[in-house]
């Protein structure tokens, strides 16, 4: 069975930090793309970073040079370290696992940040 487990999430005040961790479960890890998601209310999903099994990473316009994307193959982790936070961040942030198309979520962890 597949799972993806966020952690991490909560309430924080602008300019905040928050690191989210994802564990994944029942997948080839080390053979997935792995992805931080994120859908505030009323808006569609959008990707917010993404590393490859490689260790390539891309990010959003918007979270460059304030939140970093890693992995850790032996512990089958994700996580997104965010500073820097802006209200604007706020929204449920979902972690996304990516092989040869079929894509796996977790339940998503809440985000919001305060002004």
């Known amino acids: 069975q597949v799972r993806l487990v966020e952690s991490g999430g909560g309430l924080v005040q602008a300019g905040g930090s928050l690191r989210l961790s994802c564990a994944a479960s029942?997948?080839?890890?080390?053979?997935?793309?792995m992805g931080w998601y994120r859908q505030a209310p009323g808006k569609e999903r959008e990707l917010v970073a993404r590393?490859?099994?490689?260790?390539?990473?891309t990010y959003e316009d918007s979270v460059k040079g304030r939140f970093t994307i890693s992995r850790d193959n032996e512990k089958k982790m994700v996580y997104l370290q965010m500073n820097s936070l802006k209200p604007e961040d706020t929204a449920v942030y979902f972690c996304?696992?990516?092989?040869?198309?079929?894509?796996?979520w977790g339940q998503g962890t809440q985000v919001t940040v305060s002004s």
């Open positions: 590393i490859t099994k490689d260790k390539s990473t």
């Open positions: 996304n696992a990516e092989r040869r198309g079929v894509f796996r």
């Open positions: 029942g997948i080839v890890f080390v053979l997935n793309d």
